[in-house]
């Protein structure tokens, strides 16, 4: 089955640690994304990557880094420098036959710090 | 700066009835918009999406309204069921160039549908 897989499900963190998220595509998409989502703020873009080795910064990027060495993987780190890291964190990726815009979603992280 | 302004944030409804969202956006390079329907612990679904060169676009009981010239798109949903009863986000995108047509979503909108 063609998907976006995302692990783990669940992630606690100490604070002052950095963890990293990662998020799997078999949809040989082109385009990748990271959001966090927090209630009543709908999902807001951390990160985005076009192609291999080149990534820009949406709109949250503090406290964030990616890394995008194979078009199939697109990890998130969220380092210590990240104030207030509790959230949901979605990954989609775009492109190939689908066509540029429908971004397929992931199942999610949850981070929880503690 | 929200690009893409969603309302109302909570919706409550009989089962039967009509549910409707609303969605506005001031960038009219924006030429796709879609619906993305998600449930609690799931990343969200495209639903139904829509591009302005038509007013209006149905798949079942979805159905999607837009008007350009005020520059707001609404999300039908008829007969609502319990099984709606999610949070739904609307987006819009624009081609810049590249290969890349980044979304804008709204802050969503939880639905509940009553039995």
């Known amino acids: 089955d063609g998907g976006i897989t995302q692990s783990p499900k669940y992630l606690f963190r100490k604070e002052g640690q950095n963890v990293t998220l990662s998020c799997e595509q078999n949809?040989?998409?082109?385009?990748m994304y990271w959001y966090r989502q927090d209630p009543g703020q709908g999902l807001r873009l951390i990160y985005y990557?076009?192609?291999?080795?080149?990534?820009q910064k949406g709109d949250i990027a503090e406290g964030y880094s990616v890394s995008r060495e194979k078009k199939e993987s697109f990890p998130l780190t969220v380092t210590s420098a990240q104030k207030n890291p509790t959230a949901f964190y979605l990954c989609a990726s775009s492109g190939g036959t689908s066509g540029r815009y429908e971004q397929f979603f992931g199942p999610g992280t949850r981070l929880t710090v503690l | 700066q929200q690009q893409v302004k969603q309302s109302p944030q909570s919706l409550i409804v009989q089962k039967g009835g009509i549910s409707i969202i609303n969605c506005a956006y001031e960038?009219?390079?924006?030429?796709?918009f879609p619906w993305y329907q998600q449930f609690p612990g799931k990343g969200p679904a495209l639903l139904i999406a829509?591009?302005?060169?038509?007013s209006e676009k149905k798949e079942g009981r979805f159905t999607i309204s837009f008007n350009k010239s005020a520059k707001q798109f609404s999300l039908h949903i008829m007969d609502s069921q319990p099984g709606d009863s999610a949070t739904y986000f609307c987006a819009a995108s624009s081609y810049d160039g590249s290969t890349l047509g980044r979304l804008y979503f709204g802050r969503g909108t939880q639905l509940t549908v009553w039995p």
């Open positions: 829509i591009r302005p060169d038509v």
């Open positions: 990557s076009q192609i291999v080795n080149d990534f």
């Open positions: 960038n009219t390079a924006f030429d796709y």
């Open positions: 949809l040989n998409h082109d385009a």
